[in-house]
């Protein structure tokens, strides 16, 4: 497996002051890897950096042997796409409009942009809403559409195309979710990572995370505390430790990963 | 005259992801009128060789830069741009501004005093060939270079960090388009003292019938702004004859009311407060 990302003893941080340090890492075409940690442990700060809105502040960040600094910002806009936590649109675009901005690094043409958006819109659930107004959606109707505009930056110029070398950075896409769409989200970057996309994403939802991702990154106060894959990490005591709260872990009855609940 | 001041409206609201933006909120227009005002006092002095038309646009410009760049700096530090303190920092500026001009003013003599004031409430009455030749061609030119930047505008709409996710320079974009704005605005204010609202206005109601794609969004806007600003003026020529009201008086008079309707009903067309 080749790889397409390589921390080297990367901080990062805001203001000169280091949020994240010394993380080293090896993603691969395909690897679907999931951060997992505290609140305020460093999983944004990390996707940020991956995204190139930080520059390292000690460290490298390699994608595809090249510095992803050194990379033009549009030859970079067409290998990694990345959905932030929150979103601040505040003018009426339609839907439509909204999610072919996804379109903008690339030029494939009209017609390889029409059949792209018609396929992420299918994939997010969001084809009945493409002529409606974004600022008059639900919060979760909104966070599906911003992941259809990311999704359809990923695709160069066929929604059927492989995808190694692209990298999908997701920061929380489910927290605004419902149970279908969830399942839908994962879905998704299953089939993205089985065409070769790598996908690195942050969830609460340690279960959805379990049923995903095939390493964890386990981060706390900035470090890494963990890497493995969710069998291995998503133990009773470590999680226990980890979030210093009492939880369970059981086998999934049809699938065998693991799952996790609180015990009280 | 009302196209470069709706153009300019229009970007400055895409640049400040803010449907409130206007060159007059973010101390642009202030900036210019002080360059402009002392331009008249000193400039006719210090500066005798060069047309009188050319020292005042020069001093606007510069007014206007030096306000933008400083409203700009104050309301950024290492994690972006915070359109709320922009708007805040504009606000002061303007007052600054406003209370340097009145000093300029206090210090004028009585012809020139009439002047600058008479130049402050917005006029078109004096159109000389020259001033024509320079509003036409600051028009054509920002009326080529602004609509290009139009899908970029569009991205920048989901946030700076987004846009340059999507591979635009944004940190180039913002330069580029603050310096335009503030050719637009100076020339303006040189030419024609402050109108008010023209950018404020016109993007909105442009905005409200064709959406908020820059593309269209931008040409609609100077359209529409010059249309606007010659009703204005006809009616300013008009309604009291032989006499002609400043135009910018008409514009503040008629715009603020239709102004203050659109903050209450913005929620009816999908806008959300920022």
Redesign the interface.
Known sequence: MSTLLEARHLSAG???CAVLSDIDLDLGAGEVLGLLGPNGAGKSTLL?AM???LAPLAGELVLDGRPLSAWP??????R???L?QA????????VH??VM??R??HDAGRRADDAIVAAVLAWTDTTHLAGR?Y??LSGGEQQRVQLARVLC?LMHSSPEEPLEGRLLLLDEPSAALDLRHQQLLVDTVRDLARRGCTVVLSLHDLNLLSSLADRLLVLAGGACRALDTPAALLTCEFLGELFGTELAVQPHPLKGYPLVFPLD | MGAILALCGAVSQGLFRNPLADPSLIGVTGGATLGAAAAMVLGAGALPALPVLTVISFGAFAGGVAAVLLVYRLATDSTGTSVATMLLAGIAITALAGALVSLVEFYADNALLRRISLWKMGGLETGSRPEVVLALAVTAVLCVALPRHGTALNALLLGESEAAHLGIRVGRLKAVLVTWIALGVGVSVALAGTIAFVGLVVPHVVRLAIGPDHRYLLPGSALAGAILLLLADTAARLLAPPAEIPVGILTAIVGVPFFLSLLRQRARFGMVAP
Not at chain 1, 73 to 78: E, G, I, M, S
Not at chain 1, 87 to 94: D, Q
């Open positions: 805001w203001g000169g940020r995204a190139g809105d910002p549009q030859a970079r806009a067409r990694v796409a990345y932030p979103s601040s649109l505040a003018f009426p675009f339609t409009e909204v901005l996804g903008l690094p107004l600022t008059l930056q």
